[in-house]
């Protein structure tokens, strides 16, 4: 790091306007790179998986995507159900919230929502087995994005664990994560919060 520009404090407190806009300066292409840890991200998930499944966790995710892209729906819900379980690395225990939080500054609130509650309402298919409450995602019936959750994890995302499926490659949803993650975060044109859209365009 000797030959790197650096800020001049050891305490953030004690920082000069010189000092934050050096660190504005270098933010700006670490943060055009965001795509690139989120593609080797989900090529890890291929490597190190959850162990039981017939699949990796890759696999699931693009299997979740494909069967997305063949039902017709945009880019949001495609890139959404890619990366609906791309925290189950670093936070397993509640990985919907966690990757919620990877897309939300880039997709619609609708599609971040349905990510972040997709783990409760999965429960419907397999809470009874652990003694859980597979109707916990019940509380959130009268939510506008209820029937979307729903039908996310019923088309997309419980159905995808099938060695035989002939899923799309991850190479063919790269154009769609760049395009997403190339969007200004937070923007309103994008976020479009209390809007709620179809999954698909024949829903």
């Keep these: 790091m000797s030959n790197e520009r650096t800020v001049s404090f050891t305490q953030m407190k004690d920082g000069t306007k010189e000092d934050y806009a050096l660190l504005h300066e270098l933010e700006k292409p670490y943060l055009g ?19 039981g499944y017939k699949i990796t966790r890759l696999d699931h995710a693009l299997q979740s995507a494909t069967r997305a892209r063949r039902d017709g729906a945009d880019i949001d819900w495609i890139v959404g159900a890619l990366l609906h379980d791309i925290g189950d690395g670093l936070a397993p225990q509640n ?5 919620a939080e990877v897309i939300r500054p880039f997709v619609r609130w609708d599609v971040a929502w349905v990510v972040e509650h997709h783990g409760i309402f999965q429960m419907l298919y397999y809470g009874r087995h652990y003694g859980w409450d597979e109707n916990a995602r019940d509380r959130f019936k009268d939510h506008p994005c ?11 995302d419980q159905s995808s664990f099938d060695p035989e499926y002939q899923q799309d490659s991850l190479e063919s949803f790269e154009p769609l994560v760049r395009e997403v993650f190339a969007r200004k975060a ?4 994008v976020v479009q919060e209390g809007t709620v859209t179809s999954l698909t365009s024949a829903a």
């Design 146 to 156: 209820f029937d979307n959750c729903a039908a996310f994890c019923e088309r997309w």
């Design 95 to 99: 990985h919907d919230r966690f990757s």
């Design 186 to 189: 937070y923007s309103a044109d």
């Design 33 to 51: 790179l965001t795509a690139d840890r989120i593609l080797d991200e989900l090529l890890r998930q291929g490597e190190v998986s959850l162990q």
